[in-house]
């Protein structure tokens, strides 16, 4: 019933740029938060950023000031622009969502298949 499609991710050098997209599809009735997480190999998954559907944003310690997240409420998108990236930074991201789907009157938290992002020289 929902998909979220992501992209953008790959190899970059240290100090280079990446930005990930994830579009939500399906029977959407409405989107609460939607953020990115990544998970590094033999780490357990964590919160990289969110943003409300107003516009609120969170950053992880570790991004702030090099990451910036944004949406697309009516395309029900949203994207990270990664920049400045280290070698910590490597991990499959992940993209989340809180919606809603027509029908139904809870929200829930849906997940997309993830994407990897690679840096090294």
């Known amino acids: 019933q929902v998909q979220l499609v992501e992209s953008g991710g790959g190899l970059v050098q240290p100090g280079g740029s990446l930005r990930l997209s994830c579009a939500a599809s399906?029977?959407?009735?409405?989107?609460?938060?939607m953020g990115w997480y990544r998970q590094a190999p033999g780490k357990q998954r964590e919160l990289v950023a969110t943003?409300?559907?107003?516009?609120?944003?969170n950053y992880a310690d570790s991004v702030k000031g090099r990451f910036t997240i944004a949406r697309d409420n009516a395309k029900n998108t949203v994207w990270l622009q990664m920049s400045i990236l280290k070698p910590e930074d490597t991990a499959v991201y992940y993209c989340?969502?809180?919606?809603?789907?027509?029908?139904?009157?809870?929200?829930?938290?849906?997940w997309g298949q993830g994407t990897q992002v690679t840096v090294s020289s």
């Open positions: 989340a969502a809180d919606l809603r789907l027509y029908g139904y009157t809870s929200y829930l938290t849906y």
């Open positions: 399906g029977s959407i009735f409405s989107i609460n938060a």
């Open positions: 943003i409300t559907n107003g516009g609120r944003t």
